[in-house]
């Protein structure tokens, strides 16, 4: 029996998605352990793009798929998800579950979010996830089994109602809830994960992560934050019952970083203004842009990295920030999270980067700090110190399998993070499932 959990090492988008698309037939059991329909993991295989935001990508294999009571369902998304998969011909009839303990976004709580996110400019991605998880802290919140309560549930709403002076009709809201779980409830198994795990005490596990631990609500740049614990050290307590972790894995863009949302990002390459208007698929890289790349203009280097990379949210859509590679969050993240190996993934994006500056440290009011700060005005003036540069190589990776055939400068990347931060176990070159390199994970 082997559980392996797979995380994301900074604010989310690392292509988690393709790395446990990959790996996800090894396992018997694919699970998630917390956060909702914020999360997208976009999965290319021969059914073509399918962007995945609540079910595990293992749905794809012959995986038998957890969500686990550390996540938020929006049922409604829940239902769409599956219709879609449906109509690709996915069967999952007898392998999706979803834990009676989980708690629900419900409609209203979309609209509760929009007003509060106004005032405090977070950046949501506009699903419900911090009322939801907001709910549960206060204990108001509705968890799937309490639809079959009707009494719990009709008070809940009430106080809701009360709360925010919403007018809701707590008969209506249980209607509609008990509707969609209806239909979920004829492809999915509703079950408490303690006993679901017992039984299957002898299987291989993958605990698949969402979004990054520089989100989290406990690790990440709070308040810039999604209000869940993204980091292994959550899934027990996110998917109860679920045996303790063996290897975790962490999962990073080998050549820079990105971020979406507002919120402090040292490393970042132009500023957020930049984005202002930039539409998914509706920019286009220029002869001039890459002229400027090249004498080292930051906002085009951050528009290079977009387009090649397809930095647009999963999700919303929106444009991604991006920016070099961060050691002070990486070490900060390996700390927190313990990552026995990692995965390098979008090697290729790199390929025409005339060179990789890699912040080893960042200058804060005169000082030079290496640990990750706490104080979000602290790490707003923190100034990335560039001490590795790693030359580009300009040449195509792209689709590359070969470690030996990779540019020597590629080598001396995947080297220098592999000694850095944990031993790399896999290069992804592509965004096809095929397109990969690797190095012990598989
Ligand atoms: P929320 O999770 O919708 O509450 O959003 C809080 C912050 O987390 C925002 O900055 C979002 O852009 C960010 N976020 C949430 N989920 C993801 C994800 O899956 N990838 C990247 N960023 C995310």
Redesign the pocket.
Known sequence: MTVTAIY?MH???EGKGKIIDLIAPEYKIVVRFA??D???HTVVNELGETALHLIPSGIFTNALCVLGNGMVINPYSLNNEMNKLKNKGVDFSDRLYVSERAHLILPYYIDI?EQLDKKLG??????G??IAYMFKAQRTGIRVCDVEDPDTFRKRVKIHSDQYNLDLNPDEVLDNTAQVLGEIKKDTKVIDTVPFFRDYSSADILVEG???LL?GIDSGTFP?????DPSPNYANAGCLGLPAIDKTVGIMKGPYVT?????PFPTELGTEKDLEGVKKGEEELTEKDIELMSSGDSTATGKYLRITGWEY????G?P?RCGFLDLVASKYSKAVARPDAIVLTKMDVGDELPEIPICTAYGLDGNVVTDFPAKISDLERCVPIYDKRIQGWLEPTRGMTDYDKLPGSTRELIRFLGNELAPVEMISTGRERNKYIDMGLL
């Open positions: 994301g604010w989310g988008d956060g909702g914020n999360a997208g979010e977070v950046g949501t991605t506009k699903k996830i911090g969402a979004q990054g989100l810039y934050v999604t209000s869940s971020r979406v949302g507002h919120g949210g999963a999700t919303t929106r991604r």
